[in-house]
């Protein structure tokens, strides 16, 4: 018989890009912040001045801004005791921003701060006076006005903006575990109201969450390597969001190339998180940034992880539905075979210098292949490989075992004949060194084999070949009705043959 044709393994190892995590904006850090601290999304302008404002006497305010403040002038001049100064120091220096003079608006809003605590505007006026601050980067002073709202609590409509603002403050302070304690009490607010972090960020929302974000992984970055992240929720508890914090901190170090750090992040929340649902995309997500990175031999490493951690038997589908996770399960089937072909090609290598160890590594990932897609349409094709990897190593009875599960199995495929043929290949190899009783034994195996062969697939080019040779054996071994029956077939349908 000739040799049968045996697969060449791939060692290509698979690293194709996957949505696992969000990705960084395509711009520096510094711009970053002009556009994050940009006052105008904030505070934006108004021409009305008037509102429901008339003067003590019942006239009406100006539209203009200039003609408003002289008139507001007059009014706080000539009825001190009116009830309604708090809104008219508010218009006030609302009109005083309009013509170009925050100087003055800031005075205005200081006096209303001192004689009017309670009033309705305080709150804005406060993170207006912020601000103010905060563009002259007088950090220091816009941290108490901020802070004034926030001592207000959660039912002030500016609490929000002052605590993502104060973060600002004190992270251009360089203050950054106290900025993360702000845009985490941010975060915190947004959850107590029902926010869904896994919604995407809409325009309206002005990319604040996404950019709280991005500076908390700035700050994070600033205090130290990936442990500081691991560090921060430890000592100041778990939040609900932390998937975020970690794969934006994940990628912010993957923009920067630092490849080491990114993936460490991510292995950070999956070693704390092993049973989260966002992990084993984290898990994907470490493969491609080695793939990515050209590190070949960690992406073999990450990929078995991979493979162990989310087999088809593995402890996190105990707690999810296997069904709803066609992503995941795709990936480990991916990974599986990846590993088995690179682990059988590095089998291969002329200069193997640990044949035992990479053809016991190939083996086990193409039996967890088998196990876990039984039904899978590659499954024939990997199943061929491993019984090819077994030829290979001269373990003839196995291959023969594993070339015929292969053949006989499976639903009709495209290597069944092949496979049928290489059992018998097998086989006959291994009855060469065959010795006593066994010879027998692997005979008989041989002349049933290749008698399953003759009827399964007649019209191989081969199956003359293979039912002349189990003739010849049936007659050797004296099963002389058995060897008349299958020569008289060879006779009857390959009337051609040598």
Known sequence: ??????????????????????????????????????????????????GELVGADGAAIPAGPREAIATYRQILETYPNYERNDQVLYQMSRAYDEIGQPDEAMKVMDRLVAEYPYSKYIDEVHFRRGEYYFVRKKYFDAESAYGSIITMGSTSSYY???????????????????????????????????????QAVEESEEHRVSDTFRVISLSFSNLGGPDVVDEYFSEHGHRIYADKIYGNLGEFYFSKLRYDDAASVYKSFINLNPYHRVSPYFGMRIIEIYGEAN???????????????????????????????????GFLKTNLSDLANHYHAAYQEPENEDPTARFDEAQHWYRSFLGSF????????????????????????????????????????????????????????DLKVATGARTLEVKKATVQSSLRFAETFPEHEQAPVVLGAAADNLYEMKDFVVAIDSAQKLIDRYPDTD
Not at 27 to 44: C, Y
Not at 296 to 325: G, N
Not at 403 to 408: D, F, G, I, L, M
């Open 1 to 50: 018989m000739r040799a049968p044709e045996t697969a060449d393994a791939a060692s290509g190892i698979v690293t194709e890009r996957r949505a696992a995590a969000p990705r960084q904006a395509d711009e520096s850090d510094a711009e970053f912040e002009n556009r994050a601290l940009g006052r105008e999304q904030f505070l934006a302008p108004s021409g009305d001045y008037s």
């Open 160 to 198: 929000e903006l002052a605590l993502y603002k104060l973060g600002w403050a004190l992270y251009k302070q360089e203050f950054y575990e106290e900025a993360l304690h702000r845009y985490m009490a941010m975060l915190d607010h947004r959850q107590s109201i029902g926010y869904d972090f896994d």
């Open 295 to 329: 590190f070949p031999q960690l992406v073999v490493e990450a990929k078995k992880e991979f493979a162990m951690r989310y087999a088809v038997d593995a402890e996190y589908w105990h707690r999810h539905d296997i069904e709803d996770s066609a992503e995941v399960v």
């Open 374 to 429: 039984p039904e899978d349409p590659e499954t024939p094709g990997i199943h061929h490989q491993l019984a090819d990897l077994l030829l290979e190593n001269e373990d003839f009875g196995e291959a023969a075992l594993e070339y015929e599960r292969t053949a006989y199995e499976y639903e009709s495929h495209e290597q069944a004949s092949a496979a049928g043929y290489a059992a018998i290949y097998a086989h006959r190899e």
